[in-house]
């Protein structure tokens, strides 16, 4: 069964939001740190917010301010909600445990029109 799975993605014009949600097994949720990644096509993957299991967060610059990370701990779930959405933030988004992730899931694409 999947350890990671992630939801919530779609077509949006620029300026726009989207919630993204990730459903994780409690084995590589619980006392972790959870991250969101993205891949735009033709890059590489990379690491843009994460959330300690007490609930502190970070970001890097180019979404902070407009993105929030979230985490329930009693669902073992990691949300990310995504607002003034900009064309540059197109990728395929997935969730881990971070630094020591485990197997990626399938993740969501986010599409962002101009």
């Known amino acids: 069964q999947a350890q990671l799975v992630e939801s919530g993605g779609g077509l949006v014009q620029a300026g726009g939001s989207l919630r993204l949600s990730c459903a994780a097994s409690r084995s590589i949720f619980s006392g972790n740190t959870m991250g969101w990644y993205r891949q735009a096509p033709g890059k590489q993957r990379d690491l843009i917010a994460t959330i300690t299991s007490g609930g502190t967060s970070n970001y890097v610059d180019s979404v902070r301010g407009r993105f929030t990370i979230s985490r329930d701990n009693a669902k073992s779930t990691v949300s990310l909600q995504m607002n003034s959405l900009k064309p540059e933030d197109t990728a395929v988004y997935y969730c881990?445990?971070?630094?020591?992730?485990?197997?990626w899931g399938k993740g969501t694409l986010v599409t962002v029109s101009s």
């Open positions: 881990n445990r971070t630094p020591y992730g485990v197997s």
